[in-house]
């Protein structure tokens, strides 16, 4: 199968970190002064990192590539040191991924006498990590994919309670980012409104307070295909629809991020300005935080 996959030139990297808070699947680190893909199984070939890299060492590569397979990538971190190799075990553990760790620890101990470092050592740091119940890793892989069972708090919306049909606040069809024509009148001179496929699931208000007045784009960074087509639509709506302010609401989970990295590289290539919020919602339907960006 093709696959995207994060390819960094250790030559180029000097280490400045900037990159990692863009990498919303938390699969790059920096370690011994250098930025790690200690990942290959979480990064997904988004791409957010790039724009973000001012020594120009991050690269997406595409390339036919087997079934993931734990022992080629351990085989393929171990000459690139202890520190790194820990930290992918790490991460593998706080993702839920413990057949591949077993995979991992395995070889290790297998292999023991060819590798240049104390198998031990990186074995007992791994093991030392603590995953708490609360985390959003905690034994669930992906912290967007998490199973998390929770009552509605609005009692209107139980089954036995009748209430008044609530009219929708959308103004225009289609909506979805593959779909729209960023041409098409309905966008002209409008607010508009980019929101994560799960956003209006999790809120009950979500047409009453944040849909009302506005044009609507929906999409999901993690799941769907060609987002350069996205980042191309965004900077034809700044520039040919002229669309007053984008408000992006993203769900808290870490993949929903990209949908700002979207927003970001449309906006850099338009030539108009636009002011851009952004809302972040919790996966109960709440408000986590709210800014201009």
């Given at each position: 199968m093709i696959r995207e996959i994060v390819n960094i030139d250790e030559e180029?990297?000097?280490?400045?970190?900037?990159?990692?808070?863009?990498?919303h699947e938390g699969a790059l680190q920096i370690i011994d002064g250098k930025a790690r893909l200690i990942s290959e199984l979480m990064c997904d070939g988004l791409g957010a990192c790039l724009g973000h890299c001012p020594e120009g060492a991050i690269t997406i590569e595409k390339r036919e590539a087997d079934e993931y397979d734990e022992i080629v990538v351990v085989k393929q971190i171990i000459p690139q040191g202890k520190n790194t190799l820990v930290a992918h075990m790490k991460h593998l553990k706080e993702h839920g991924e413990t057949g591949f760790l077993k995979q991992a620890v395995g070889y290790l101990r297998t292999h023991a006498s060819e590798i240049p470092f104390s198998v031990d050592a990186v074995i007992a740091e791994v093991h030392s990590v603590k995953i708490e119940s609360s985390a959003g890793c905690a034994s669930g892989g992906c912290p967007g994919s998490k199973e998390v069972s929770f009552e509605p708090k609005n009692l209107l919306y139980a089954p036995a309670v009748a209430v008044a049909e609530i009219s929708s606040a959308l103004r225009q069809w289609p909506v979805q980012m593959h779909l729209i024509n960023p041409a098409g009148s309905a966008f002209q001179g409008t607010d508009?409104?980019?929101?994560?496929?799960?956003?209006?699931?999790?809120?009950?208000?979500?047409?009453?307070?944040?849909?009302?007045?506005?044009?609507?784009?929906?999409?999901?960074?993690?799941?769907?295909?060609?987002?350069?087509?996205?980042?191309?639509?965004?900077?034809?709506?700044?520039?040919?629809?002229?669309?007053?302010?984008?408000?992006?609401?993203?769900?808290?989970?870490?993949c929903c991020g990209g949908l700002s990295q979207l927003v970001q590289m449309g906006a850099s290539q338009a030539k108009r300005k636009v002011p851009v919020k952004e809302i972040i919602v919790s996966i109960k339907g709440e408000i986590l935080e709210e800014s201009w960006v």
């Open positions: 180029k990297c000097n280490g400045c970190g900037i990159c990692i808070p863009n990498c508009l409104l980019l929101a994560a496929d799960c956003v209006a699931f999790s809120m009950g208000n979500f047409h009453s307070k944040h849909l009302a007045g506005k044009s609507l784009v929906i999409a999901c960074p993690k799941l769907d295909q060609g987002k350069e087509i996205y980042v191309e639509k965004i900077r034809r709506l700044i520039d040919e629809a002229k669309v007053n302010t984008i408000t992006i609401m993203m769900m808290e989970v870490p």
